[in-house]
C-alpha cells in the first residue's frame, strides 16, 4: 500500500490515499490533504481514491457534506455512496445529484483539481482544468465563521486584464463576469 500512486496505474485504475474515512470533519479534512499530495498521479485510466462519501450519514453539517461532495468531485474521486440509500433527506440527495458538480468529476481530460493557494490559515482556493477551457474552483472555508475568500486571475494563470465569466454550480446559475479577480463571502 505504499505509495500506492506511483505504481498503481500499472495494475489497477484505481487506488486508496488515504486511511478509512470517518462522518467527521475532521477526517474529511485529513482524507482530503492526504489525497491532494498525490494529484499529479491522477488521470483518465488511474484515479486517487481519498475513500468513500460520507454525505447524508448524520456526522457533519450540510454545508461541510456540500464542501465534501465538492472536493471529491474537483479531485476526480471515485463518488461512492457511503449511505443507507432507502433513508436519504432531500438535502442528501439534493448533493448527490447535483448534475454540474458530477459533470466536473466526469469532465473528460481527468485532470484532478488540487489546493492552490491558502489566502489564511482557514481559507483556500482548490482548482482543476477541464476539458473545455474552462476551470472549476472552489473558494474553501474550513472555519467555522464565514470569510471573505478572493479568487485572483493569477491562481489560475489568466491575465488580471482578462474577464471571465463566473458560474455558481450550486445555485445553478451564472454569477457575471469579472475581470482581474472575485471575492465572495463563503460559509
Not at 44 to 72: K, Q
Not at 120 to 134: A, H, K, Q, R, Y
Amino acid at each position: 500500500r505504499e505509495e500506492v500512486p506511483t505504481w498503481g496505474r500499472a495494475i489497477g485504475n484505481s487506488w486508496r490515499t488515504t486511511k478509512d474515512i470517518k462522518d467527521r470533519w475532521t477526517s474529511m479534512l485529513y482524507n482530503l490533504y492526504l489525497n491532494n499530495l498525490w494529484a499529479d498521479y491522477a488521470g483518465p485510466g488511474g484515479w486517487n481514491d481519498p475513500d468513500m462519501l460520507e454525505v447524508g450519514n448524520g456526522g457533519m453539517t450540510n454545508t461541510e457534506y456540500i464542501s465534501h461532495f465538492s472536493l471529491w468531485s474537483l479531485m476526480k474521486a471515485p463518488l461512492i455512496v457511503g449511505c443507507d440509500l432507502t433513508s436519504m433527506d432531500s438535502d442528501t440527495i439534493n448533493i448527490l445529484t447535483n448534475s454540474e458538480v458530477i459533470a466536473v468529476n466526469q469532465d473528460p481530460r481527468g485532470i484532478q483539481g488540487k489546493l492552490i493557494r491558502s489566502p489564511t490559515f482557514e481559507t483556500e482556493i482548490w482548482s482543476g482544468p477541464l476539458v473545455d477551457g474552462n476551470v472549476a474552483v472552489i473558494l474553501f472555508n474550513r472555519g467555522e465563521q464565514s470569510a471573505n475568500i478572493t479568487l485572483d486571475w493569477k491562481d489560475m494563470n489568466i491575465l488580471s486584464s482578462q474577464s471571465a465569466s463566473l458560474r455558481d454550480l450550486w445555485a445553478h446559475k451564472d454569477i457575471g463576469i469579472f475581470t482581474g479577480s472575485y471575492t465572495a463571502e463563503v460559509e
